[in-house]
């Protein structure tokens, strides 16, 4: 067996001027060929980097892509730590060129990482976080009035933390990365990896997404990201915290900026500006670059364009986005339908299950969501067909609608209604369901020009099923 050190097999070391820390860093190979980074510090930092590195070795576990740790000792230099050699390129320096579609989407896979190293608990001696942060806060706006600086608006701010901090009661802890923005993430081959655990820490996981430093955000990755980290919408608990966590980070930034220089001072009054307006003066926790549903925008043709659209707002001529139409029957020929609510367009009208896709779903993926979202009803993939596609400009916007057709058992019971969005469902037949639409309680053929083409065509497979039963009989 080979014991040799891999620390002692480096044929090559190039030195590396990046990072805060004061370690020393190499981009170095041996003799194999195998590149790594090595980093040395000085010996008094031995407990702390031997944290770091066992708490990265429980992080790649995890399936996370990183910079993943290879080894760790001591050498005449202090404490060195080997990690996996990342051939990319850092993440902020490519975000901008690529497009909407793919920043938003490189948003949600950093999110998605985020949540896996939120799996990894905190310890359970670990402090109560409502008095580790209650505490934290005292202490940054005590040190705030006494700096001899004010923003314009810190009122609002401090009446929010005032006003909020009953959002720090009973929080989870858990260990955090510490310092996951974006200049810690590099894409390799189209991978987005993260890495620079030094600040690691354990406390609430949703301090982790403070902003107060970006200054100009980017709202295609920012949006992607907690989408990804909530795998759909975040709460609106989140949000309240969100805006507290960004605020009471704020103060301290700003006192550390009074003792940098006017010209520092300057930059991080702009950016309380900012922030300010980010969330209204703090009468909306939902910050003002965070992006409502986005849809993919699709050519002429319906082919995807690369850029986004936030539903609500105009769509540029010639520009589409896609619509599903999910019509589910059973064995009998009856079909799923639901009611719409009173609060949408075509209030209280029956309809089948539809909507837009969201950004980086595909048609089917889309069809299953809608079902289950609005019914609560899960359908198999394997029963779905596309019936046809067709485009058309409804509502000043132009679409490509996707009908969908499924063949499954529904069970009454198994309807979960969404509110806001449907307020009733039910098993219809093509009769029942003519007749609503001849009574003005089903939407019409204007809006689903193929139903009877559709209700044909269940009928022909229908006959056909029957037929062939009778041939086996």
């Not at 005590?142 to 929080?171: H, T």
């Not at 009769?431 to 689903?448: A, K, P, S, W, Y």
Request: net charge negative; aromatic share 12%.
């Amino acid at each position: 067996m080979n014991d040799i050190k891999k620390f002692d097999a480096i044929a090559k070391k190039e030195p590396i001027d990046k990072g805060w820390s004061g370690d020393k860093k190499f981009r170095v190979e041996t003799a194999d060929g195998q590149r790594m980074l090595l980093r040395i510090s000085d010996i008094s930092k031995y407990d702390r980097r031997k944290s770091e590195y066992d708490i990265m070795k429980r992080i790649a576990a995890l399936g996370v892509p990183m910079c993943e740790p290879i080894e760790f000792g001591t050498c005449d230099d202090g404490v060195y730590s080997l990690q996996s050699w990342i051939d990319g390129k850092d993440l902020p320096d490519v975000l901008f060129d690529l497009s909407e579609a793919e920043q938003y989407e490189l948003g949600v896979k950093s999110g998605e990482i985020l949540r896996k190293i939120h799996t990894i608990p905190a310890p359970e001696t670990q402090e109560e976080w409502a008095v580790v942060f209650n505490g934290y806060t005292d202490a940054i706006i005590q040190k705030y009035k006494e700096c001899g600086v004010r923003f314009a608006g810190d009122d609002y701010v401090l009446a929010y933390i005032e006003q909020n901090r009953r959002l720090l009661e009973n929080r989870p802890q858990c260990l955090k990365h510490g310092d996951y923005f974006m200049n810690n993430m590099m894409l390799e081959h189209g991978e987005l990896k993260v890495i620079d655990f030094e600040s690691y820490s354990f406390g609430d996981p949703w301090i982790e997404f403070f902003h107060v430093r970006l200054g100009a955000v980017n709202p295609y990755f920012l949006t992607g990201q907690l989408r990804g980290y909530f795998n759909g919408e975040p709460p609106m608990e989140f949000f309240k915290l969100y805006a507290f966590y960004n605020v009471s980070c704020l103060l301290p930034v700003i006192c550390h900026a009074v003792s940098h220089g006017q010209d520092e001072t300057d930059k991080v009054m702009k950016q309380s500006q900012d922030i300010l307006e980010w969330f209204d003066n703090m009468s909306n926790p939902v910050p003002s670059w965070y992006l409502k549903e986005l849809w993919d925008v699709l050519d002429e043709n319906g082919n995807q364009t690369g850029r986004l659209h936030e539903r609500g707002k105009p769509m540029k001529q010639d520009d589409y986005h896609l619509v599903v139409h999910v019509w589910v029957i059973n064995g009998s020929g009856e079909f799923l339908i639901s009611k719409r609510t009173p609060n949408k367009i075509f209030p209280d009208m029956w309809e089948c299950t539809g909507g837009s896709a969201v950004a980086g779903d595909d048609s089917l993926t889309s069809a299953l969501k809608e079902v289950k979202e609005e019914l609560g009803i899960a359908l198999d993939p394997e029963n779905g067909q596309l019936f046809r596609r067709y485009k058309r400009n409804f509502f000043e916007s132009g679409d490509f609608v996707d009908v969908w057709l499924f063949r499954q058992e529904i069970n009454s019971a198994d309807i979960v209604l969404q509110p806001d969005e449907t307020c009733d469902a039910m098993l219809a037949d093509k009769e029942v369901i003519n007749q609503m639409i001849t009574d003005g309680n089903f939407i019409g053929r204007e809006l689903f020009p193929y139903i009877d083409e559709l209700f044909e065509f269940c009928d022909e497979r229908r006959a056909k099923n029957e037929q062939a039963k009778n041939d086996i009989v």
